[in-house]
């Protein structure tokens, strides 16, 4: 009589025909996997972002009607460069505001942001870049602005647009082009810090 050929499957313990995924430590692993995976496009897609930011650092960008913009960053080898245009973006942010000083040290942020200084403080200023508005004929300084990037948002806690321009559309220019430049290098969102106070005291005051 011939024997009865039994599956192998049939014949085997319950917990020995579960799939792999079942194993909690595995499928642990499997999100921790996934997790690294997706943190490593975000830094990959962020180095991209910062790249093409600094490929454009110094470098005046003609808008219209005689004005440039350009992206400043302090930099050791081309300081003196840096110095007079950082030096008179910081003279026209204190036109239009209070020096403010940090609690913990008395020195001026402005400053601090403008020409990225480190120094032993709770607050943390580093990071900067400062954005120029200039007239193309004589370099006049019209606007100054102060940006930090985030991930995929750009913050811009001070904007300046010196007395005499004012009223004449230079804000909106210098904030249309940066706006336009940073959506192409995958910035979704630039915040204002101004507008978003001005917006929560509009709130407070109804």
């Not at 808008?63 to 003196?80: D, G, M």
């Not at 026209?92 to 942001?113: L, M, V």
């Not at 806690?157 to 804000?171: E, H, K, N, Y």
Request: aromatic share 6%; proline share 4%.
């Amino acid at each position: 009589m011939k024997r009865k050929r039994t599956s192998a499957m049939a014949s085997s313990p319950s917990w020995a025909t579960q799939t792999v995924s079942s194993d909690p430590e595995i499928q642990s692993g499997s999100r921790k996997g996934s997790k690294t995976r997706k943190m490593n496009e975000i830094l990959k897609d962020q180095r991209s972002m910062i790249s093409g930011i600094n490929r454009i650092l110094g470098t005046p960008i003609p808008v219209s009607n005689n004005l440039t913009w350009t992206l400043l960053k302090p930099h050791k080898r081309i300081e003196s460069y840096y110095g007079t245009k950082l030096s008179s973006a910081l003279n026209a942010i204190h036109e239009c505001f209070e020096p403010s000083k940090d609690p913990y040290t008395g020195r001026d942020i402005s400053e601090d942001i403008v020409f990225d200084l480190e120094y032993d403080s709770e607050m943390n200023l580093r990071g900067f870049y400062t954005v120029i508005l200039v007239r193309s004929d004589d370099e006049e300084m019209i606007c100054a602005a102060t940006l930090r990037i985030s991930g995929d948002v750009a913050e811009l806690p001070l904007v300046a647009t010196r007395p005499q321009f004012r009223r004449l559309g230079m804000c909106k220019i210098l904030m249309n082009e940066l706006e336009n430049r940073l959506t192409e290098y995958g910035i979704v969102r630039v915040f204002d810090w101004q507008v978003a106070a001005q917006e929560t005291a509009h709130q407070i005051s109804k």
